[in-house]
Nanobody, 120 residues
Framework: QVQLVESGGGLVQPGGSLRLSCAAS????????MGWSRQAPGKQRELVAF???????TEADSVKGRFTISRDNAKNTVYLQMNSLKPQDTAVYYC??????????????WGQGTQVTVSS
């Protein structure tokens, strides 16, 4: 059974930094796109960034220049380095990944989410 487990959330002051991690586990043949989304209270979930298996990245305009997505294919892990955090970055952050298990087509899996709170 495939699982995505996030870590690294917490409380940080405005201007601070956090690094989120998301590790995929289980019987995995390959992982295609991996990404991060977030959902603030009362708002819809929004895409933050994603990265292809080849390392190409795309970030939302709201986080460009502040957030960096990366991955370690050997560890089946995706990271989100968040710098210059603002109160409006407060949200539950979710990772997701298109994962191929042997004998099956790709399936999009989601993690359980990790809370990021930016406040003084």
């Amino acid at each position: 059974q495939v699982q995505l487990v996030e870590s690294g959330g917490g409380l940080v002051q405005p201007g601070g930094s956090l690094r989120l991690s998301c590790a995929a586990s289980g019987t995995i043949f390959s992982i295609n796109v991996m990404g991060w989304s977030r959902q603030a209270p009362g708002k819809q979930r929004e895409l933050v960034a994603f990265i292809t298996s080849g390392g190409s990245t795309t970030e939302a305009d709201s986080v460009k220049g502040r957030f960096t997505i990366s991955r370690d294919n050997a560890k089946n892990t995706v990271y989100l380095q968040m710098n210059s955090l603002k109160p409006q970055d407060t949200a539950v952050y979710y990772c997701n990944a298109d994962i191929v298990v042997p004998g099956s087509p790709p399936v999009n899996y989601w993690g359980q989410g990790t809370q990021v709170t930016v406040s003084s």
